[in-house]
Each structure stands twice: as structure tokens, then as C-alpha cells.
């Protein structure tokens, strides 16, 4: 891979976009190549959590390309969108937990690629926006939609429509980010919180992501139904069955199987 780096550490994955002299923006190559490692970490049953960062301590993801856009058409511009929009959805659509350490410039594209993560930690020098209408265009990559769901439209409107940047701060304000932590303790920080997904039932967390995604996106009735499905399938698990018979012992599991 040219632009972005991947390892595991015992069950987390840590994919760090790595393109530091354009602040990490993503041209189609990176987009292509994240593209591939989504499809390898979806078939890897080994990873329970997928951390996503930007290489250096200036930028997490300073946009989409914006030289690889200037010239582009309406046909090229579609396709860029339905690229980088298939590749988010992949990374939205995992079944295991996602967080985004956001080490810097997190705007338009960068943003976006936040936004598709379940969980949000940022360095105190992280910057928000989407600052798309300064340059003519919307948002491609989901802003105008998952924005809006995270913060709300009224505030998503906001920061669409001006394309101001925000500070760390101010994004846990609006719930654009879970915790703002100091630079030099992020990867810590983030490594921890995975570390405290990755010991509990694997199968169930992700049962659990499955059950939120879906119903969201639903009535809460079928949202309910969902979560029933999802709650009974539980019960065909060896963690289900261990678990519960630690708990009646009173002693801990060992660990959790996959
Ligand atoms: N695309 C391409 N190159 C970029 C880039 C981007 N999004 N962001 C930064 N770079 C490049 C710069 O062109 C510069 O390259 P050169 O050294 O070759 O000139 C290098 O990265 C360093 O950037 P700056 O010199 O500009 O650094 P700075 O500290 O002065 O400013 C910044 C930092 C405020 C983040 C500024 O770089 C910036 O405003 N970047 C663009 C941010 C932006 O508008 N992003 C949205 C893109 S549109 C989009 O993402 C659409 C979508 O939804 C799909």
C-alpha cells in the first residue's frame, strides 16, 4: 500500500492514512486502497476493533484531493463521490466497533471519514469542518448526511452552509466527538478504549452494533423486532453459555471466544 499503513495488535487493528505532505488528503488511489483493507478487515475474524488515524500530528484528513478534483467533470466528479461514498458506507457498515482518532485536520472528506466511525476521539488540536462551499461544492463523501444525524440538522446546516471549522472543544460540545484527550495521550487513550471492547464477547458487541445501526434506520418497532432477533441469537454462543455460568460461580471468564 502507497498511502496508508495497517497492523494489528492482538484484536485491534490500527489503519493510519499516510499521505503527511497533503495533510493526508484522499485522492482515488487512497480511496482505492482503503477500499482493500475494509474488504480484509471485514473477512478477518481475529480484528474486534478497527482504529482509524492520520499519519504525523498535523492532520487526520485535510479533505478529499482537492488537486485531483479541480479538473475533473460532472462524470468523474460522480464517480469520485460513489467511490469515496461506497468505501464510507463499507467502514459504516462493519460489523465490529470503529473509532476514529482524530490527531488534527479532520475537514470535508476528513470529516466525513470521522463521521462513518462509531466512536470519536480527538486530540486538543483536532479541527472540524466542512468547508465544501468554499470551494464551490457539497460535501461527497456523507456530510449531509450523517452530519446531520450525529449533531442534528440545525447544527449540521450551520457548519455546512458557512464551512467554519470547529475546534476539539466545541466538537464534544455538540457531540461530534466522545473525548477530547491531549495529543501525546491519544493513541493511548484510543488503544484502551478499544483494549475495553476487545475483552468483552466479541460476537455480542458486534450483535450490539448490528442492533443500533439497523435501527436507527427504522420505525422503533422493527427496531425492537431487531434487537429481539439479535438478543435470542446470542443464546447460540459458547460466550452466551460461559459467561452466565461464571457469573453463577462467581468466578471471571477467561476468555471470550469468537
Ligand atoms: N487536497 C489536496 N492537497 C491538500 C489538501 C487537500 N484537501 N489539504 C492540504 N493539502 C496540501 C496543500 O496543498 C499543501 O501542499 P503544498 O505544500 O504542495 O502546497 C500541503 O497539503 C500542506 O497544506 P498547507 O500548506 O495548506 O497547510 P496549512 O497549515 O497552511 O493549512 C489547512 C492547513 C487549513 C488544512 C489547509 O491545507 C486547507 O485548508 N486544506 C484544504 C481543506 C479543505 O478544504 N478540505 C475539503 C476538501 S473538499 C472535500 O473533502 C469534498 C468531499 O466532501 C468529498
Redesign the pocket.
Known amino acids: 500500500m502507497e498511502n496508508i499503513s495497517f497492523e494489528k495488535r492482538d484484536n485491534i487493528a490500527v489503519l493510519k492514512i499516510s499521505r503527511p505532505?497533503?495533510?493526508n488528503?484522499l485522492n482515488s488511489n487512497t480511496l482505492l486502497e482503503l477500499d482493500s483493507i475494509i474488504e480484509d478487515v471485514k473477512r478477518d475474524k481475529d480484528i474486534y476493533v478497527l482504529v482509524i488515524t492520520g499519519e504525523g500530528n498535523?492532520?487526520f484528513v485535510?479533505?478529499?484531493?482537492?488537486?485531483e478534483?479541480s479538473n475533473m467533470s460532472v462524470f468523474e466528479a460522480r464517480e469520485f463521490?460513489i467511490l469515496?461514498n461506497s468505501v464510507f458506507r463499507k467502514i459504516e457498515k462493519l460489523e465490529i466497533p470503529t473509532i476514529a482518532a482524530v490527531n488534527g485536520?479532520a475537514?470535508?472528506?476528513g470529516c466525513?471519514l470521522s463521521l462513518c466511525c462509531d466512536i470519536r476521539i480527538a486530540s486538543e488540536n483536532a479541527k472540524f469542518g466542512q468547508?465544501?462551499v468554499?470551494?464551490g461544492?457539497t460535501?461527497?463523501?456523507g456530510?449531509t448526511q450523517r452530519l446531520a444525524r450525529i449533531v442534528g440538522t440545525s447544527r449540521a446546516k450551520e457548519l455546512i452552509y458557512t464551512g467554519r471549522m470547529i475546534d476539539a472543544k466545541e466538537a464534544e460540545k455538540i457531540g461530534l466527538v466522545n473525548k477530547v484527550v491531549t495529543q501525546e495521550n491519544l493513541m493511548d487513550e484510543v488503544m484502551d478504549l478499544a483494549n475495553s471492547i476487545s475483552k468483552n464477547a466479541p460476537i455480542a458487541v458486534r450483535m450490539c452494533k448490528v442492533a443500533i445501526n439497523r435501527g436507527i434506520e427504522v420505525d422503533i418497532e422493527t427496531g425492537i423486532q431487531y434487537e429481539t432477533e439479535l438478543f435470542s441469537h446470542c443464546f447460540l454462543t459458547e460466550d452466551q453459555r460461559d459467561a452466565m455460568a461464571a457469573f453463577l460461580d462467581k468466578r471471571k471468564v477467561d476468555k471470550f471466544k469468537n
Open positions: 505532505k497533503f495533510l488528503a498535523k492532520a485535510a479533505g478529499a484531493d482537492i488537486k478534483m463521490s469515496g485536520y475537514l470535508g472528506g466525513e468547508p465544501e468554499t470551494l461544492i460535501p461527497g463523501f456530510g
